[in-house]
């Protein structure tokens, strides 16, 4: 046992979290959805849902469906007020927060990702930007930014000369090696990595035998079931990378944020399970503490990359 508190900071780029723990992009909104169930001060970070240059409506109805086995799929289509609502509507309450704001931003093209960018540091209050590259780049086709280590590099780089904040591009592995495309932004300048694993699924309603999705057919899987997979991909890309890599997908307590951490992680975000329980992060916040104190452990970056193959 150890008398002191733990210390559960740590650091992504210009960033200093009080703790390692964040809600994912998508399934916390604005943040102002759980102020009655959370504090947000407790927070390591808050992530925002994508923002997108205009609004967008999203997916037609059936976004969601759950499939047994900890397992479900999605598909929001990116529904957001767009960046100038946002920084009217959204960005006045989310500034009262010490708790540093990261928003993902998502574009169909090189030029969007830097506009945004450029527009939300002008605006102040941001401390850093995801970068959804699982969008589709509409002058190439549609081909994801992920799809080719040149379009990431591509549109990491004109984020990195559109502000000097922190940013932190979320990558999935497609066609091209997932630790090709983190090397890809680590050269472009990006200040961290959050692996992602995207893979694309469905479901059939065998009375109507039409897709339980709707319109939109296919969805974006999640949740527990896939955080074998998850884990593996931050441990590959750790091994490659010399900046920090954020751990997330299928997380749902402390005890596999600890297998992030060990992994190599230097930061988990909690995505999915936060539908299942609202306050799954405060609940692993409070279960990293209680383990550090347990095993005599001062802070979380001692359990950091501490796995043996």
């Known amino acids: 046992m150890i008398n002191k508190e733990p210390d559960l900071s740590v650091v ?18 604005y943040g102002e959805e759980y102020a009655g169930i959370l504090n947000l001060e407790d927070l390591g970070a808050v992530i925002v849902k994508g923002t997108t240059l205009k609004p967008r409506l999203g997916s037609p109805q059936y976004r969601s469906v759950e499939i047994a086995g900890s397992l479900g799929l999605h598909t929001v289509g990116l529904q957001n007020v767009g960046v100038d609502r946002f920084i009217k509507d959204k960005l006045p309450y989310l500034r009262r927060f010490a708790t540093p704001l990261i928003v993902n931003i998502a574009g169909e093209s090189v030029e969007d990702f830097a506009r945004l960018a450029e527009v939300l540091t ?28 040149g379009m990431t590099f591509d549109v990491v780089k004109a984020v990195r000369n559109s502000t000097d904040l922190t940013i932190i591009p979320k990558v999935a592995q497609t066609a091209t090696d997932i630790v090709v495309l983190a090397k890809a932004c680590e050269e472009a300048g990006a200040d961290a990595i959050r692996p992602n694993v995207a893979h694309i699924g469905m479901a059939i309603d065998i009375r109507t035998r039409k897709s339980k999705l709707g319109a939109s057919v296919t969805g974006a899987m999640s949740g527990p079931a896939l955080m074998p997979a998850s884990l593996r991909a931050v441990w590959q890309v750790v091994k490659e990378v010399g900046i920090p890599v954020v751990g997330g997908g299928g997380i749902t307590c ?56």
């Open 12 to 29: 992504l780029g210009k960033i200093k979290l009080k703790n390692p723990v964040m809600p994912a992009s998508g399934t916390f909104g």
């Open 122 to 149: 002008a605006a102040g209050g941001v401390r850093g930007f995801q970068i959804n590259l699982g969008c589709p780049n509409v002058k190439k086709g549609g081909l994801r930014f992920s799809a080719h280590a």
């Open 254 to 309: 402390a005890e596999d944020a600890l297998q992030f951490f060990m992994a190599g992680a230097t930061a988990v975000e909690i995505g999915t399970h936060n539908l299942v329980n609202p306050r799954v992060t405060i609940d692993t916040i409070q279960g990293l503490k209680k383990y550090l104190s347990d095993n005599g452990i001062a802070s979380i970056r001692d359990v950091i990359g501490t796995f043996v193959a």
